[in-house]
T-cell receptor, first 114, second 113 residues
Framework: EAQVTQNPRYLITVTGKKLTVTCSQN?????MSWYRQDPGLGLRQIYY???????DKGDVPEGYKVSRKEKRNFPLILESPSPNQTSLYFC?????????????FGQGTRLTVV | AQSVTQLDSHVSVSEGTPVLLRCNYS??????LFWYVQHPNKGLQLLLK??????LVKGINGFEAEFKKSETSFHLTKPSAHMSDAAEYFC???????????FGTGTRLTIIP
């Protein structure tokens, strides 16, 4: 089954404790991205990757890092989480750039930073 | 630059009546437009997309949307609402070659039995 898998689904952590949210897709897609969803703001892009070793900033990259060492994986790293990073995070992938092709989304990771 | 405005944050309709979710966009270039649906505790799923072909786009589950360039609108409609349509709906604009999607703030659709 074609899917985008995020882990964990739920995470509560403390300020400053480094964490990684994993994202994996099994569709051989070149394009992957991370979004955060906050009430009243819709989804905002954090980072995206057009292929292995190619990443770029989205609209809200501050406080986040990503890497794309393999085509299928695109982890999101919070080196020193802060409470304003409490949010619902989505990973997405698409066969080409997202501007005109369907994006497939993971189930989401609800992160709480206390 | 591109932006999208969903005109209603919350819409309630009775089961069996028509659904209209409104979306206006702004784009410096010819846009691609999408509607995605998010059911509770789920990821987003594509309902339909417009990419400069036919202006009336049919999607899944009986939804359709019409691209109106003169009105810069891309409203989502369905003739008859079903209880399973209760979800949050996002209008999204993209521009080919610019790897950025801009999401609206969402419209929560409630279906009254």
């Amino acid at each position: 089954e074609a899917q985008v898998t995020q882990n964990p689904r739920y995470l509560i952590t403390v300020t400053g404790k480094k964490l990684t949210v994993t994202c994996s897709q099994n569709m051989n897609h070149e394009y992957m991205s991370w979004y955060r969803q906050d009430p009243g703001l819709g989804l905002r892009q954090i980072y995206y990757s057009m292929n292995v070793e190619v990443t770029d900033k989205g609209d809200v990259p501050e406080g986040y890092k990503v890497s794309r060492k393999e085509k299928r994986n695109f982890p999101l790293i919070l080196e020193s989480p802060s409470p304003n990073q409490t949010s619902l995070y989505f990973c997405a992938s698409s066969a080409q750039g997202q501007s005109d092709t369907e994006a497939f989304f993971g189930q989401g990771t609800r992160l709480t930073v206390v | 630059a591109q932006s999208v405005t969903q005109l209603d944050s919350h819409v309630s309709v009775s089961e069996g009546t028509p659904v209209l979710l409104r979306c206006n966009y702004s784009s410096s270039y010819s846009p691609s437009l999408f509607w995605y649906v998010q059911h509770p505790n789920k990821g987003l799923q594509l309902l339909l997309k417009y990419t400069s072909a036919a202006t009336l786009v049919k999607g899944i589950n009986g939804f359709e949307a019409e691209f109106k360039k003169s009105e810069t609108s891309f409203h989502l409609t369905k003739p008859s609402a079903h209880m399973s349509d209760a979800a949050e709906y996002f209008c999204v604009v993209g521009v080919f070659g610019n790897e950025k999607l801009t999401f609206g703030t969402g419209t929560r659709l409630t279906i009254i039995p």
